[in-house]
């Protein structure tokens, strides 16, 4: 049996994947997450064979979901499941530790079979990407250095603060003190060289690697 879990902020998504995935053969559907955070959480506790993960979530996008859980102890694949298929997000994931990536307006059987090859360890790339030039060159050079530099926390911190959370509500978010996460955002800006927070969100969203913030925050008030 190939138990999957589920990770989309849209709950008719995700039921629609899971009426799609328990009619196959040896497919079970053990759990469901709406956002980043809680799918580290449930991942780590429910430990499916399979993930099918969203790029574009609250909390933490789904490229830092495939970080954390790729550097733990638990084993499970991931497939990305997303409408954003280009070369800097598929590169990002793969990167990651992600073993398959599906676009959200590929074929139904298209995910079926990535369910199935994942869970055998295999790679599995959907019809418009199996063939990019850009995938030949995945072992190269990384212009997102600037990122890994960052602490699994830091990031957590950034991405939603991009998201437009003040620092009460980051703090809630990920259970930590207001002034740990004045210091965290204090530990970004020395590394890059910044001296504010706004110059601080608009370097992450020039630089395209936090993939839901459409707004910001500036000293605790939304942009």
Sequence with gaps: MITIMLVDDHPVIRRGLRALLEVESGFQVIGEAGDGLEAV???????????????????????EVTRQLCRGSVSIGIIIFSVLGSEHYVLEALRAGAQGYVLKDAPSEELIQAVRQVADGRRY???????????????????????????????????LSVQGNTCAEVANQLSISRRTVEAHR?????????????GLYHYALQHGTLLNGSEYSVNGEKR
């Design 125 to 159: 790339l959907c019809a418009p990407l199996k063939d990019q030039p850009f995938l030949q060159q995945q072992n190269g050079g990384d212009s997102k250095d600037w990122y890994r530099r960052l602490t699994t926390r830091e990031r957590e911190v950034l991405q």
């Design 186 to 198: 204090a530990n970004m800006m020395r590394k890059l060289g910044l001296s504010s927070l706004a």
């Design 41 to 63: 959480s449930l991942a780590k506790s429910m430990h499916p064979n399979v993930l099918v993960l969203d790029l574009m979530m609250k909390g933490i996008n789904g490229i």
